[in-house]
C-alpha cells in the first residue's frame, strides 16, 4: 500500500483532527485459489479470471467505477512474467485472463476515519499532540497517547496515527516528499518509529525514536 496526499492536509474541526481525502493505491495478488474460486462460480455461466470478474465478484467495486479507474489510468495488471503493469480498455476485455500471482493495482479516492480519541464528539477531544508529551529529547519522544489513536500507521489509519500527527506538529514532515511518504521502509529509517507502541483503544506512554529502532538500542546502552 501507498499513499499520495500533501501532510498539511490536516483539518480540526469540532475538536476533532481530519485528513482530507486523498487517493491511495492497492494492490492485490491474485493467487491460484481465487482463480479456483472464480472457475467453480456459476451464474448463466462459468466466471473466467479476468480483471473485472475479480474486481467486481472479489473486491466488489462497481463496474462504473472500474470504466472510470481504466479512463484515470487508475486500474494496472501485472501479469506473471511482466515487470511493468499494462493498462487501458484491453484490461476490460474478456480476453485478458489473469495469471497466477498476478498483481492488480488500482488508485481509489481514500477517506480516513474519524478519530474520536475520547469517545464522543463532546468529550474534548485532543487536537494537539506535542502538548502530550512527556518527554523530549534529540532521540527520543515519549507521548502520553490518547485512546483511540493507533500509535502508528495501520490499516485505514494513515496520517491520523500518532507518529505521523507528531511528525506534522513537530515540522518533521516537511522533510519528505510524497514519494519517500509512501515508502514505509523509508518512514522506518527516518522518521518517527515506536520502540514502545500501544494499539489504538488503549491511552498511555508510548516511547517513539527518530531513525531506525537499531539505533535507539545502541543510543541506549551507551547512557
Not at 58 to 66: F, H, M, N, Q, R
Not at 104 to 111: K, T
Not at 188 to 200: E, I, Q
Request: hydrophobic letters at 35%; a positive charge.
Amino acid at each position: 500500500m501507498s499513499t499520495t496526499a500533501s501532510p498539511s492536509r490536516y483539518i480540526i474541526r469540532n475538536g476533532l483532527r481530519l485528513v482530507t481525502p486523498y487517493n491511495k493505491t492497492r494492490e492485490f495478488k491474485v493467487r491460484r485459489k481465487v482463480i479456483e474460486q472464480l472457475k467453480n462460480l456459476h451464474d448463466t455461466q462459468t466466471l473466467r479470471p479476468t480483471p473485472t470478474t475479480v474486481l467486481t465478484r472479489v473486491l466488489g467495486i462497481d463496474k462504473e467505477a472500474l470504466q472510470s479507474m481504466v479512463e484515470k489510468r487508475h486500474l494496472g495488471v501485472i501479469n506473471k512474467g511482466l515487470k511493468r503493469p499494462l493498462y487501458g480498455e484491453k484490461l476490460l476485455s474478456e480476453k485478458f485472463i489473469l495469471t497466477p500471482d498476478s498483481i492488480i493495482r488500482h488508485v481509489h479516492h481514500f477517506h480516513e476515519p474519524v478519530l474520536r480519541f475520547n469517545g464522543s464528539l463532546n468529550d474534548g477531544a485532543i487536537t494537539e499532540l506535542k502538548s502530550r508529551l512527556v518527554f523530549q529529547n534529540d532521540d527520543v519522544f515519549v507521548l502520553d497517547k490518547p485512546a483511540g489513536m493507533p500509535c502508528v500507521p495501520y490499516k485505514k489509519v494513515y496520517y491520523n496515527s500518532a507518529s505521523m500527527i507528531l511528525m506534522h506538529e513537530l515540522g518533521m514532515l516537511d522533510e519528505f516528499t510524497d514519494d519517500q511518504l509512501k515508502q514505509k521502509n523509508y518512514l522506518n529509517k527516518y522518521g518517527l518509529v515506536a520502540v514502545k507502541a500501544l494499539m489504538a483503544i488503549p491511552s498511555g506512554l508510548s516511547v517513539m525514536t527518530k531513525g531506525p529502532i537499531p539505533r535507539f538500542w545502541s543510543l541506549y546502552l551507551q547512557r
